[in-house]
């Protein structure tokens, strides 16, 4: 029963993968494509699928609507102030590649309409084979299109299969790496279905948002003169609210937002029904007004007659702060006094609401694709009849009624919304019933510890099958916090969110059991997810598997082979490091002083001592020699490759390392990806392991050991065994049997 409830704790999502099919335009791409793409050292690396088409074309336009900076909503650099121009996503590409199904490269002239100007690049550097220079789609509003900026690729001949390539350089640039891409044969991209949208009456008083539903909003703002570049600017003028994207001078679908009534007096959280953003919750701290497609996050704002306009609304967050709408389309807070109004920039802070005239054949598909999303989550969650308190039940009466209503000939827009409504409602609520198949199952292997079936190592005589002590004290804690997450969770992707951390750490436990001894040396490469995780752009960390050793060791030497430049010293890599660190397997840092260390290479310059790996300082840097005359020790390249040899302060049979290293000179370099960890005063070489054979060696012992942990030179009867062999060579083998 046990072994049912751990494997079931264990199974994850398979994405099957399907026949390729003939693509279909338009074409969009975003974070759930892998935008902006992998971070590599220096940049960032984005490749597409391979699209196919049954009609060739001679030009492909790339249309940006967002990039990390929109994102991010730094809205300083948004386009919204000072000489940057109108509110749309600029785009940073290094190189561009298109390719077909051989990878070789489709050559392509390209234009866009967003020239080049100030620091940004010559739109020939997207196709001139080199990755240092860039292009940059302007942000000066003297050159900026009133639209996306889009890149318009032009083939030499008809193309049918592609994929794109390209690369976004790190710096500055990162801010512009896009996030959001439409494909189009040279035509318009538009982002979101036109959904058979008409701009409807004008709403009056507050009866007319009465319990909510879909609504465009357009803010007033006159001509002006801008101060910098002295031309009269009439953008937006009135400016419809158009996803996070500021405002638009025309409404489309783009602008529709569902104002879901809080239960508040005239108060709704405003919702972008075409790419699922809510306007956030923002303090006085911050002036400018937000995005966030993280539900949490959502504003409450309050409607409210506007007294010097009538028919049009005031809005308000937090009571004392409303949202004005600026020049450029850009909303903001504003303290409810006279005299914060003041602005070199005209603002405005009244609304004008109208309803949204919509064709409810045109919007079926937004049920339709709330009906799917809770279709998958039935049949991946199923029915959890323990815990299950009539969720179950709602989930599927809602999207029963959701399928009635888009098989009616005749709805109503309220009908289908009020339906996609009362299926993301009931959700959460449902999705979170799944939790419990794991913490039942983990509450299974928590009992067995107690019971002494499994058991945890005290240490340091490890036995296979065992777990560090502390590997079962973090399985409890996060049990309880998963309950607490889920308890608490309001939104689906907080319930998701804590599923899966909880999932990572059922993972995370299993694979920390001790299967086997390590038999040093052993060689850590990129395999072993090196060079390590990047930490807020400053430096990366990695760690180690933890070691278990059949003895003791009070020492082992770090041998350095590649790294992630190749900087050479003589015949052999130098390398950086800014903290080496030794832990137990319970989690516990082993102190490491100046004295614990000696190496064979140093850096002979004051700063750059063998200190700088336990001075905890993580901003210090290590480094091995890397010209003649550096290194006081005389290393020529002729001892070998560099090393460090780690004396610990105490012997141990189980440990793992944890190495940082940070940016030096504007990068991560000489970081080392490829090194072997092995006995002290050993000198080893990238083929020092190799697949050793123990076919016909002498076999010197056998230890056979129950799941208890408990050792004997004979088999336990009725139980699985697992063997220990030693053999004459040294080789340690351990297998499973089990033993009638």
Not at 538 to 561: A, H, M, Q
Request: glycine letters at 8%; charged letters at 20%; one cysteine or more.
């Amino acid at each position: 029963m046990r072994k049912n409830l751990l494997l079931t704790a264990l199974l994850t999502l398979v994405a099957s993968l399907g026949m390729a099919q003939t693509s279909t335009w338009p074409i969009t791409l975003t974070r759930a494509d892998g935008l902006p793409g992998v971070e590599g050292d220096e940049a960032t690396e984005f490749v597409s699928e391979l699209y196919k088409f049954d009609e060739p074309i001679t030009k492909l336009r790339i249309t940006v609507l967002s990039n990390v900076l929109f994102d991010q909503q730094k809205t300083d650099k948004l386009g919204t102030s000072g000489q940057n121009g109108p509110a749309f996503p600029s785009i940073a590409i290094s190189e561009l590649e298109v390719r077909n199904a051989n990878n070789r490269r489709i050559s392509y002239e390209p234009t866009s309409n967003a020239g080049s100007v100030n620091s940004g690049g010559a739109i020939e550097n997207l196709c001139d084979g080199t990755y240092s220079t860039h292009f940059l789609s302007t942000t000066y509003m003297g050159a900026c299109p009133q639209a996306f900026h889009y890149i318009e690729l032009e083939f030499d001949s008809p193309v049918s299969e592609f994929r794109l390539k390209w690369y976004s350089r790190e710096g500055n640039n990162i801010d512009y790496m896009p996030t959001h891409v439409g494909l189009t044969p040279g035509t318009e991209y538009s982002p979101f279905p036109t959904q058979g949208f008409k701009l409807g009456e004008q709403v009056k008083n507050l009866e007319g948002i009465g319990e909510g539903g879909l609504y465009v909003i357009e803010g007033h703002v006159p001509a002006y003169t801008h101060s910098f570049t002295g031309t009269t600017r009439s953008y937006p003028g009135g400016g419809f609210w158009y996803s996070p994207y500021g405002a638009c001078e025309t409404a489309s679908a783009a602008c529709i937002v569902d104002l879901i009534p809080t239960g508040k007096p005239n108060t709704y959280n405003v919702y972008w029904m075409n790419n699922g953003h809510y306007l956030a919750n923002m303090e006085k701290s911050n002036w400018t007004c937000n995005w966030t497609d993280i539900d949490v996050d959502a504003a409450q704002i309050t409607f409210a007659p506007c007294d010097t306009v009538p028919g049009d609304f005031i809005i308000t967050m937090h009571d004392t702060l409303i949202i004005g709408h600026e020049s450029l389309g850009q909303l903001s807070l504003i303290e409810f006094k006279p005299e914060m109004m003041a602005s070199s920039k005209p603002r405005t802070w009244n609304f004008s609401i109208y309803k949204a005239d919509m064709n409810t054949e045109g919007i079926k598909f937004m049920l339709q694709e709330k009906i799917d999303e809770a279709e998958s989550y039935i049949n991946s969650c199923g029915y959890n009849e323990i815990e299950d308190n009539g969720e179950y039940e709602q989930i599927t009466a809602a999207v029963s009624k959701g399928k009635s209503i888009i098989a009616k000939s005749e709805t109503t827009v309220k009908e289908i919304i009020d339906c996609r409504n009362e299926i993301t409602n009931v959700m959460p609520a449902y999705v979170a019933l799944s939790v419990y198949t794991y913490v039942d199952s983990v509450q299974n292997i928590l009992d067995a510890f107690d019971s002494g079936e499994m058991k945890t190592s005290e240490g340091p005589n490890w036995v296979i099958g065992t777990f560090p002590k502390i590997a079962v004290s973090e399985l409890f804690s996060a049990v309880e916090e998963a309950e607490e997450s889920i308890e608490n969770a309001k939104f689906l992707t907080q319930v998701n969110n804590a599923i899966e951390n909880f999932k990572k750490e059922i993972d995370k436990f299993w694979a920390r059991e001790v299967k086997g001894f390590t038999i040093l040396p052993v060689r850590m490469t990129a395999e072993n997810g090196l060079p390590g995780e990047l930490n807020d752009e400053t430096g990366v960390t990695w760690e180690s598997p933890i070691f278990y050793l059949d003895k003791e060791v009070n020492s082992f030497r770090y041998t350095v082979f590649h790294t992630t430049h190749g900087n050479y010293y003589g015949d052999y890599e130098h390398y950086s490091l800014s903290e080496f660190e030794v832990y137990t397997p319970d989690g516990k840092k082993i102190e490491l002083t100046e004295d614990c260390f000696q190496t064979n290479s140093v850096y002979d310059r004051p700063g750059y001592g063998i200190s700088c790996l336990c001075d905890n300082k993580y901003n210090s840097i290590f480094l091995s020699a890397w010209n003649e005359g550096q290194d006081p020790n005389g290393y020529d390249g002729s001892q070998g490759h560099a090393y460090i040899e780690i004396t610990l302060p105490k012997a141990v049979t189980a440990f793992y390392i944890r190495q940082y290293n940070n940016k030096f000179s504007g990068a991560i370099k000489d970081t080392p990806i490829d090194f072997m960890i092995g006995p002290a005063g050993v000198a080893v070489t990238p083929t020092s392991i190799g697949k050793v054979s123990v076919e016909g060696d002498e076999v010197v012992s056998v230890t056979y050991y129950n799941l208890s942990g408990e050792s004997s030179e004979t088999p336990f009867e009725g139980t699985i065994n697992i063997v220990k062999k030693v053999y004459a060579n040294g080789v340690i083998k351990t297998e499973k049997q089990f033993v009638k």
